[in-house]
């Protein structure tokens, strides 16, 4: 009976601190999702080793270490986002005087592999971009979803959040509700213009049966959700000829890169992306410098010896 009272109570810690998460730190849906995921593979184990969540120590941490690395066989990557979907929850446990202390704090995760963000390039989009029926209402959203991720470079949980109110038509500017509840504005071109006058002369007359506020709406008039997004491009990529994985954040990626390759500064892209800190914009100025050696051995005729039999 003790138990089941103390995996109730820590199933609505659980619950409390996810709704923090939602409306007061305005995570997306989807981080949520996965940081429940997380927690609750925790748990599992605690029950496993008959733990009580409220009273674990640095060795029992040690231990879930090794069972996640050589039990369950996860990644590196893996493995640091769950430490650190564990030390936030602790974290917020230690505020609520739940723990006495946020005992994740004392716990390193493995070292992270690096990894270089994926993208697209110029002709794959333009080849996602030709994918759509833009005589079907839904087409004309698809396309505007591909349009304004790449245009914006905004997060899907931002994309989905848009209102038709937010748009500034005059300026060609996206209000947007980034994380943390901070606002930012966000340009976009002619193609996404032209695209967006489109949609909502007709597509969007077509699906918002229901007087939406939103901009992006399901078949049924109701507001897309970040997993119907990243169904959609699925959909969408699966109708080309391209042979990569697709995601919302890959757009975002190929958004960023894309700008640098074109001369833009690292700041402005910061400002664009809605990044608090330079640290994780400057990840993609390892992809550009890669392209650019990649240009200077191709093109420079003296960066390289193109017949070694010449040398003797």
């Known amino acids: 009976m003790a138990n089941v009272i103390q995996n109730e109570n820590r199933n609505k810690r659980l619950e409390g601190y996810l709704d923090y998460l939602k409306y007061q ?82 716990l390193s995760g493995p070292k992270k592999e690096k990894k270089l963000p994926r993208y697209f390039e110029y002709n794959e989009l333009e080849a996602l971009f030709d994918a759509c029926d833009l005589s079907t209402a839904t087409g004309q959203r698809d396309r505007l979803i591909l349009e304004m991720l790449y245009a914006t470079g905004v997060r899907v949980g931002e994309l989905v959040s848009i209102k038709v109110s937010d748009i500034h038509f005059g300026d060609r500017m996206i209000l947007i509700l980034g994380k943390g509840n901070k606002e930012r504005m966000v340009p976009y071109g002619d193609y996404c213009e032209e695209i967006l006058t489109m949609y909502l002369k007709d597509g969007y007359v077509s699906l918002n049966q229901k007087n939406s506020p939103y901009l992006f709406l399901n078949h049924l008039g109701g507001k897309l959700t970040e997993r119907g997004v990243r169904y959609l491009l699925e959909q969408i990529i699966s109708h080309t000829s391209i042979q990569k994985h697709i995601s919302p954040h890959m757009i975002r990626h190929s958004f960023a890169t894309h700008l640098l390759n074109q001369g833009c500064d690292l700041m402005t892209v910061q400002k664009l992306l809605g990044h608090e800190s330079i640290k994780a914009t400057q990840i993609y100025t390892h992809v550009t410098t890669d392209r650019l050696k990649n240009v200077y051995q191709n093109s420079f005729p003296r960066a390289r010896i193109h017949d070694e039999s010449k040398r003797d």
Do not use: C, H, P, W
Not at 66 to 81: P, Q
Not at 83 to 96: D, I, K, P, V
């Open 25 to 106: 730190r305005n995570y997306s849906s989807y981080t949520i999702e996965n940081y429940g995921q997380d927690i609750l593979e925790f748990f599992q184990y605690l029950d496993r080793e008959s733990l009580d969540y409220k009273s674990v120590v640095y060795s029992d941490l040690r231990f879930f270490l090794m069972y996640l690395k050589e039990d369950k066989k996860d990644k590196n990557s893996s493995i640091d986002r769950k430490l650190s979907s564990l030390r936030g929850f602790y974290q917020y446990l230690a505020n609520e005087g739940v723990v006495s202390n946020n005992v994740f704090s004392l």
